[in-house]
C-alpha cells in the first residue's frame, strides 16, 4: 500500500466507525449499558460511547460537537438535545435548587468551534448574581444585559480580536465563517442574530 492509499483510507476511516465495532461502551462499568452510538469531533478520542457517558465526559466542555452513528452514517446532534443543562452561578456539575432557563430555553454560544445551542440554566437563589454577571464569570460575554439570548466565549472574541489584526477580517466574514463549521449544507438556520454592521 503506497502512501497516498494510506491517507485515504484512514480519512476514510474517520468517516465511519473506525474500528470501534463493539455493543458495549468503554466508558461504562456495566457490560448492559445502552450501546456506544455518540462520538465527539473535538475530543482526541474517536471512540464511541454511549449517551449517558458522553454527556457526563462534556460537562465541562458544552461546546464540543457531538455525532450520532445511525447504523449508516454519522449525524450531528447537540448535547442540548440529548440532555445536557449547563448551571451557571455554582461549580461545574453542581445543581440550583431554584435553576432558571433562559429565555424560551433558547440559549445560543458563539464559540471558536461554530455557533451551538446550549441548554442554560441561571442561578435563582436569593444570593444569586445577575445572569449578565453569571455569564461573564462563566467566561461568556452576553450579545445583551437584558433577558441574554445568547453570547460569545472570551475565547472566540481574543480569536477574532487576533484575526482581525493579521488579517483584517470583518466581523460579517469571520461570524459566517463560524455558521460554516457548525452547518456547511446552508441548511439549518442558525438563531442568533445582531447587528453585524455595528462592528
Known sequence: MNERDLFLA??????????????????CPCPTSTPPRYRCQDCLDSQLYCGLCIIQYHIRLPTHRI???TGQFFQRISLKTMGLRVQLGHTIGERCILPKKAFNDEFVLIDTNGVHEIGLDFCGCTTSQTHTKQL??????PSTSTDPRSAATFRVLHHYHVLSFESKTS???????????TDNTGLTRQKVSFNLSKC
Open 10 to 27: 484512514e480519512l476514510l476511516r474517520h468517516e465511519g466507525r473506525g474500528g470501534y465495532t463493539s455493543d458495549v461502551c468503554p466508558g
Open 171 to 181: 466581523a460579517y466574514e469571520f461570524y459566517h465563517s463560524l455558521v460554516r463549521l
Open 136 to 141: 461573564l464569570r462563566a467566561g461568556w460575554y
Open 67 to 69: 455525532e450520532e452513528w
